[in-house]
């Protein structure tokens, strides 16, 4: 299959190298020259502008940063596109903008699969897929999704996206309130490894215990792949769609503030688990 691969970076990178390993033919571009010579050097083509990338793409699988990006590339393409080509958004972006995209396309339909596992479960492909869309056409991507990972429908389009942002908002909020605790238990003289061991076997466990806590915090390495700034559009997403369908969430509106302040003090490409970093420094 001729498959279109649209924003090459942390994300894209391993998922278009695993296409290229399962047989596809990958005509990537990204913006980026390195991140394009990426995909050259994974055995993939890299295509020096949109149109090229997308000519004789049955597919067109987009990883970009947010719906901004998203709409301007589709905008940008779809009046070249293959007639009948799917457009799958594995990028995390705004539900309801999702929704009033596909719905505005013509020709060319569109599907959203955003993903949970981080750069390391990309490059297994083992990653968590949620789909939004029409079963039939999320059928017909599917020898797609599967080499990157496993498939769950959440609905309609947009729902994928929708999840996503909800995923994250609960992520982001685990590794503040696990970092507050960790930092508590460590000032009152506990071993941090031992807590964390004791955390993964009792009821506080999550994610942030059994992943980001131990590979990337404590090693003091703060590289798992996922900017700070992403984390933070997901979870104010989260929040504007609670706010959209009126259900309760003033944790997370909480925890979109401490992030925000979060932003505003590390460096443009921080790594999100460097929230614990900002949180040492006690602000109050
Ligand atoms: P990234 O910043 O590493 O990569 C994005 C790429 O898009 C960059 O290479 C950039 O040059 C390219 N790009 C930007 N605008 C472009 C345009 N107009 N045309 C072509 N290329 C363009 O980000 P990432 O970490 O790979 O994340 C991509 C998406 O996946 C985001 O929506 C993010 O929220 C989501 N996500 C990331 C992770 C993670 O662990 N990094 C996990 C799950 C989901």
């Known amino acids: 299959m001729t498959v279109a691969f649209i924003g090459i970076g942390n994300m894209g990178a391993p998922m278009s190298?695993?296409?290229?390993?399962?047989?596809?033919?990958?005509?990537?571009?990204?913006?980026?020259?390195?991140?394009?010579?990426?995909?050259?050097?994974?055995?993939?083509?890299a295509a020096d502008d949109l149109a090229?990338?997308?000519?004789?793409?049955?597919?067109?699988?987009?990883?970009?940063?947010?719906?901004?990006?998203?709409?301007?590339?589709?905008?940008?393409f779809t009046d070249r596109a293959e007639p009948g080509a799917i457009i799958v958004d594995m990028s995390s972006s705004e539900p309801l903008r999702t929704r009033a995209l596909a719905a505005s396309l013509t020709g060319v339909t569109l599907v959203d699969a955003p993903v949970s596992g981080g750069v390391a479960r990309a490059?297994?492909?083992?990653?968590?897929?949620?789909?939004?869309?029409?079963?039939?056409?999320?059928?017909?991507?599917?020898?797609?999704?599967?080499?990157?990972?496993?498939?769950?429908?959440?609905?309609?389009?947009?729902s994928g996206h929708a999840v996503k942002a909800l995923n994250n908002l609960m992520s982001a909020t685990h590794l503040l309130v696990t970092s507050e605790a960790m930092l508590a238990g460590e000032r009152f003289g506990i071993d941090p490894a031992i807590m964390l061991e004791i955390f993964n076997r009792s009821s506080g466990r999550s994610g942030s215990t059994e992943n980001k806590w131990p590979n990337f915090v404590l090693p003091g390495t703060f590289d798992s792949g996922f900017g700070l700034r992403l984390m933070l559009k997901d979870m104010r997403i989260a929040v504007g769609l609670a706010a959209e369908v009126g259900t309760?969430?003033?944790?997370?509106?909480?925890?979109?503030?401490?992030?925000?302040?979060?932003?505003?003090?590390?460096?443009?490409?921080?790594?999100?688990?460097e929230i614990?970093?900002?949180?040492?420094?006690d602000p109050g």
């Not at 190298?17 to 083509?45: K, M, T």
């Not at 968590?128 to 498939?151: F, H, K």
């Not at 969430?249 to 460096?267: K, Y």
């Open 52 to 76: 090229t990338a997308i000519r004789g793409a049955g597919v067109i699988v987009l990883m970009l940063p947010n719906s901004d990006i998203v709409e301007a590339t589709v905008r940008d």
């Open 123 to 158: 490059r297994t492909g083992k990653l968590t897929i949620m789909t939004g869309g029409e079963p039939a056409d999320l059928a017909r991507v599917e020898p797609i999704l599967s080499v990157l990972g496993t498939t769950t429908r959440a609905g309609a389009v947009g």
């Open 248 to 273: 309760p969430d003033p944790l997370g509106r909480a925890a979109v503030e401490m992030w925000s302040r979060a932003a505003s003090t590390l460096a443009a490409d921080a790594d999100h688990t």
């Open 276 to 281: 614990v970093t900002w949180l040492r420094k």
């Open 17 to 45: 190298a695993r296409l290229v390993r399962a047989g596809h033919r990958v005509q990537g571009f990204d913006l980026a020259e390195p991140a394009r010579r990426a995909l050259a050097d994974a055995g993939g083509i």
